[in-house]
């Protein structure tokens, strides 16, 4: 026979989140890469680090090949937490595995620029290494399993940038 309750194909599947809500996540979590206690907490190996946020140089967004970005990573005093990453890579418990999510991997650094200039592609076949541009931020990247504090990558520029979009310091 026919189901019971069938799936209306009427009903709302996306809850949408009110906007100052979703600003104030979002705030939230660019504020949480910034402490160092949240960063550790969240699992990522920061030992070798002086400080966080790591800010560098616009130079980072023109890199356009991978082992460039790999040796700039290491330069930055992110080896053990590459390390980390590649040794987390494990086989999933359960029926996801015939779910098409067989591996589970540990989520390693952002890699926040103003401007696409070629790192997004250079830096995509590094393992757990993720790249955005400022406008396109959301609080899933920066707090991935709403977990905040991921070790974060800004570029000068788009941290100055990061000042213009999202009004930094203009509600007090």
Avoid: C
Wanted: charged share 30%; hydrophobic share 40%; proline share 5%.
């Amino acid at each position: 026979g026919r189901l019971a309750f069938p799936p209306s194909p009427r009903k709302k599947i996306v809850k949408h989140i009110p906007k100052k809500e979703k600003r104030l996540a979002l705030m939230s979590a660019i504020a949480a890469t910034a402490s160092r206690e949240a960063v550790a907490a969240r699992g990522h190996s920061i030992e070798d680090l002086k400080e966080t946020p790591i800010v560098v140089t616009n130079d980072l967004e023109s890199i356009k090949r991978t082992r460039t970005v790999e040796e700039t990573l290491i330069r930055l005093g992110i080896l053990s937490e590459l390390y980390r990453i590649d040794e987390s890579r494990k086989i999933r418990a359960g029926k996801g595995k015939s779910r098409g999510r067989k591996m589970k991997q540990a989520i390693g650094p952002l890699i926040v620029v103003n401007e696409n200039k070629g790192i997004a592609e250079a830096a995509k076949n590094i393992l757990g290494v993720e790249t955005a541009t400022v406008a396109n931020l959301n609080a899933e990247m920066l707090a991935p399993g709403t977990h905040p504090g991921r070790l974060t990558i800004w570029t000068t520029d788009a941290i100055s940038k990061l000042g213009s979009l999202y009004g930094a310091g203009d509600e007090a």
